[in-house]
């Protein structure tokens, strides 16, 4: 039951009306005005801004428009008072009745009350996370991954059938790259002096549990075989190893993808040759020779003919190579064809995960993703800024430093997953994050999703006494919560109005930190009541002679449990019964 939806229906039928009445001109376009809570809370709790936004193509004031509306929107049923806020704001005050009726909603809905078929079962590809097959993911991973998996579950809770997808970079140097690295680490399990890893490899550890492993099953098969002997089979090994690692320091983060999709395998499959013979019969292929780049100078650059697609026709700076001198096809081009792969199963809207680094990347895969599906399919690409690792205020250096903290399963695991991902959705995802290790266990208000989470457990913790008292706190959709008279029980009310309007504009903006800010909002409803009802008795929520007031007080507050605990579940975050 999204009140602000319902209201917003009511003022387009005021506006309507108005048109019919000829106090609007009768072409005029109904759009782009809103409907939402006033910025002052003393002005009601629906405000609309219509007057405003059609009073230019109206060819009027304001003030003109605001009043008439105002006059018609008192007649709405749950309209206890209208007024007009200059230069044209029109405010609602809602009657008590109409929140009691959202918090009935609430109560037979449970965890499912607020979602909202925004997505009509549209296929949308979420592609998060994708880390290169090299190693293990760090916290700069998690926080893409978090938003990835987050973004995903708040677009399922509003109507989109969602597939999650990890793109495994598999068909590049960099896994020959690993399969020398692994080789090295190989040599040392067997004894040999073979001195510190080359310059290019990969020096992690990582890799010696996976070459005693691989001594473990071939011995010293490899010992004297040749690198054109040993490059596939330790390559595949070294990867299979390194996915495994990755969907295991996945599933610590409670995230699952429904799809694996290998670079290697699309290129074994002949999809990027048949993606560029699509692309050549469109016509956004040619031969050519590209500029110079602009700004800079690059010594290795050189002027040659190349195979080229034509991104400068959807918006890019230049033209973009596909084809590398050595006959290999680019990174471009593979990925191209990925998202080609993805729209011939169906998906027509796909949206990806990246870091921030990769930002000057978006305009040439938007063109690609445009030119290979002829403008039917659309990618949306969501950037997520780096993480700043801190420890009591200190930044955190990754190092490998004895038993700190380098990886992003030493953090899951340090402070769990359910810290980790809200702290994560704690900002919005393009913007700078500092996680510090030791404020995000902290048992504080200054904690959010210690806040939230607390909020949650005292909520179970009085209905553990109150069955322990022998009340009754089943079948609370009759409560009589007129006998909520309270302002701080009418904060609460509020508060859980607002959760349809916020998860529909969480998922229309694909802005999964709205989850999060607005539970720290209900939460700290929830406590200031709680904290008054220590201070005073007649606001206690169990009160022993007075069985309805207790009954509606109930209400409210398993209300307000179970849309904290549905907005945390999209979150990927348990909710708690009992703080330890």
Known sequence: MNLFAIFEGEVR??????????????ELALEGWTVEPPRDPGHGQVATNAALVLAKPARTRPMAIAEPLADLLRRVEGVAEVTVAKPGFVNLRLDDAVFHRVLRAALRDGERFGLVDLGRGAKVN???????????LHV???RGTVYGDALAALLAATGFHVTREYYVNDGGAQIETLARSLHHRYREALGDAVGPMPEGGYPGDYLVPVAHALVERDGDRWRDATEPEWMAPFGDFAKAAMLARIKDDLKALRVEHDVFTSEAELLAAGVVERCIA??????LVYTGTLEPPK????????????????????GDDTDRPLQRSTGDWTYFANDIANHWDKYRRGFKEMIDVWGADHGGYVKRMQAGVQGITGGDGALEVKLCQLVQLMDGGQPLKMSKRAGRIVTLRDVVDEVGPDVFRFIMLTRKNDAALDFDLQKVVEQSKDNPVFYVQYAHARIRSVFRHAAEAGMATAELGDAPLARLADE??????????QYPRTLALAAEHREPHRIAFYLEE?????????TRGKEEASLRFLVEDDEPLTRARLALLESARTVIAGGLRVLGVEPVEAMR
């Open 13 to 26: 039928r005021a506006l309507e009306r108005l048109r019919e009445r000829g106090e609007l001109p009768a």
């Open 126 to 136: 979420v592609e998060y996370c994708s880390a290169n097959p090299t190693g293990p």
């Open 278 to 283: 699509e692309l050549e019969e469109r016509g």
């Open 488 to 497: 701080g029980e009418r904060a609460v009310l509020e508060a859980i109005a």
């Open 522 to 530: 209900l939460a700290g409803a929830v406590h200031r009541l709680w």
């Open 140 to 142: 700069g991973h998690g």
């Open 295 to 314: 700004g800079k100078a690059i010594e290795d650059w050189e002027p040659r003919p190349q195979l080229l697609f034509r991104a400068t026709a959807f």
